[in-house]
């Protein structure tokens, strides 16, 4: 753990404010859940909760069919990471911050498909390399709001997702979003 130097003070309801510096570099929004940990040392912990993040293995499972299916690299986050990837290495997309484009195209809450020819390209994660680009991103939508995606990865420029991997990922998507309305 990482001391901020920061002290706050629990007011008589029992709250603490967040600083804005840590809410920004942390990425938490105002209504944004955060789950409660406790320690043997008296360490109260938040983390940002994710719904999605139950359902990781079945995500990982979820993105490996997919993955086989389509021929394409998979990868399906939460609203700030990658929690599942199939057909593109692990350690270049798991776990790692969703860039500040596919964030967007998450919050648009509809299906994106990059275009033949378009130039720029989306990157999954911050920093990522350009090796893979965004084929296709369908918002996971569970009671109204987007709370990740399913994004179909290529590495040939020349590929160009059609209506089938819109599709799959479009299904992909609603079925993970249902799985969590349960």
Do not use: W
Not at 6 to 30: A, H, Q
Not at 65 to 70: G, V
Not at 72 to 77: E, G, S, W, Y
Request: charged share 30%; hydrophobic share 35%; proline share 4%.
């Amino acid at each position: 753990m990482k001391a901020t130097g920061i002290v706050r003070r629990i007011d008589d309801l029992g709250r603490v404010v967040i600083p804005k510096e840590i809410r920004r570099t942390m990425r938490i929004r105002e209504g944004d859940p955060l789950e409660i940990f406790t320690d043997k040392e008296g360490e109260v912990i938040l983390k940002k909760y994710s719904p999605i993040g139950e359902l990781s293995d079945f995500a990982s499972q979820y993105a490996e069919t997919l993955a086989k299916t389509s021929g394409h690299a998979i990868c399906i986050t939460d609203k700030d990471s990658v929690i599942a990837v199939s057909g593109a290495p692990k350690k270049d997309f798991f776990e790692k911050r969703v860039s500040g484009d596919l964030e967007k195209v998450m919050q648009e809450k509809t299906t994106f498909m990059m275009k033949p020819g378009e130039e720029k390209k989306i990157s999954v994660v911050e920093g990522g390399d350009n090796k893979y680009s965004v084929g296709v991103v369908a918002p996971i939508i569970s009671e109204g709001d987007t709370i990740g995606s399913v994004v179909f990865l290529t590495a040939d420029p020349n590929v160009h997702m059609g209506e089938v991997e819109s599709k799959l990922a479009q299904s992909a998507a609603g079925f993970l979003g249902k799985q969590l309305e349960q």
